[in-house]
């Protein structure tokens, strides 16, 4: 299939009366970068996004709220901490990969949780961080105790509801060893499934799982696969410890659930419908659509991401695919292949920033891509957020 120019896309989603952006944010509108504290977004985007309001919706593994939150980098861009809730300029849809749901006016809430879970989760900060003090003066011995310290605080990300191990700041530090940083890989998925198992002996065997970003794909088990360093590609960076259900693809039903909601007054599956109720797997969230969604009410969807693998597996037969935004791009072509409607999905080069990534400088979707797979990207924006957002301000003038 023939992929699209911007100008083309835009021409195509101007006139569009029922349309649906689903939109990840790191690497998509903003740059990655090493430190989230350190991430940035334009009050251009921010407005624009307000524009778009009842036709667009975030769907990311980030947060909305506290101190490593999206709503803080609202705030900044606006200069006031008081006129987002007021004037609805929050990013609305799901974070923390679906569990976390909040409008234009920053209204959260958490649906199927239980206090019990984030109990659990509350604690989880002060306990990675015990575990990467006790695991990395093995691994970098040069390290002194200051240096560990500051290493370990920007390392753990203590989000509410899927604290993370960023191992961003270790890699710059051993930016040319390839060896250790499989290392450092190899202990952090060892330190998490730790505290998986922890969760377990606290009666909450079946209460989280990890996502592993950028990754290749699931194994067997379901477990996603780490993507182990190379030259050119750090592979995996972080470990987030996540609440079962929330994965991409049951979010993007619960934001198609609430747009129709939105648009005819009733919720096709169900007013408390939640990723966590979801069914998990691909098929049956699509045989869901199609008994629950009539054509009439199935807008058109736009899916916007960055983080998508594809490896070829060790004996050379096959590949392995994955990254976070795979799931619910595929989900989002097939959902337009049954509705017979032509829903988009457009991938942004994320590999500018300060995370070495597979790029798109060449078109040859190396690392990202390949020849036998199934998704199919509409555009390809090289550009990286810069263009993307560019992009996005010129759509959200024209609806």
């Known amino acids: ?65 506290g101190k490593r939150g999206v709503n803080r980098l609202v705030e900044r861009a606006l200069g006031n ?15 923390a990969g679906g569990v ?71 890699f710059s530090l051993c930016r040319d060893d390839v060896k250790l940083q499989r290392a450092l890989q190899a202990m952090l998925q060892d330190l998490m499934e730790e505290l998986l198992t922890l969760a377990a002996l606290e009666g909450l065997s079946d209460a989280f799982f990890l996502h592993v970003a950028p990754n290749l794909g699931r194994d067997a088990e379901g477990k996603e696969r780490l993507k182990p360093a190379q030259e050119g590609d750090v592979g995996s960076t972080d470990i987030q410890f996540m609440l079962r259900g ?33 069914p998990q797997e691909h098929q049956a969230l699509i045989s869901l659509c199609e008994q629950a969604i009539p ?7 736009v899916g916007v991401g960055d983080t998508v693998t594809s490896t070829p597996t060790a004996e050379g037969n096959g590949w392995l695919r994955g990254g976070s ?6 989900l989002l072509q097939e959902i ?17 920033g300060e995370v070495d990534r597979p790029s798109l400088s060449n078109n040859s979707l190396t690392g990202i891509s390949d020849p036998e797979d199934p998704l199919h990207f509409d555009l390809l924006m090289p550009g990286g957020p810069e263009q993307y957002v560019a992009w996005f301000q010129q759509l959200a003038t024209r609806t």
């Open 100 to 170: 976390q749901l909040q409008n234009s006016h920053g209204e959260l809430s958490h649906p199927g949780v239980s206090e019990a879970e984030m109990a659990f989760l509350a604690d989880l900060p002060a306990r990675m961080e015990a575990g990467l003090f006790q695991r990395l003066p093995a691994l970098m011995p040069s390290l002194s105790g200051e240096e560990l310290q500051a290493e370990v605080h920007k390392a753990v990300l203590d989000t509410q509801v899927s604290p993370t191990i960023n191992l961003n700041g270790l």
């Open 1 to 65: 299939m023939p992929r699209l120019t911007s100008d083309e896309l835009l021409n195509e989603l101007s006139g569009l009366e029922n349309l649906l952006i689903v939109q990840d944010l790191d690497g998509v509108c903003m740059n990655l970068v090493k430190d989230p504290l350190t991430r940035t977004i334009k009050r251009s985007y921010v407005e624009a996004v307000a524009r778009m309001a009842g036709r667009f919706s975030v769907l990311t593994n980030g947060e909305h709220e």
């Open 336 to 352: 337009g292949v049954r509705y017979k409607q032509p829903n988009r999905v457009v991938l942004v080069d994320s590999s500018g």
């Open 246 to 278: 929330a994965i991409k693809e049951a979010g993007l039903l619960v934001l198609l659930n609430r747009h129709i909601a939105a648009r005819t007054g009733k919720a096709p599956l169900g007013d408390d419908f939640n990723v966590r109720t979801a």
């Open 295 to 301: 054509k009439e009410q199935m807008p058109v969807l």
């Open 81 to 95: 901490t008081q006129h987002p809730g007021r004037d609805g300029l929050y990013l609305p849809g799901l974070a």
């Open 325 to 330: 935004d795979r799931g619910f791009l595929m």
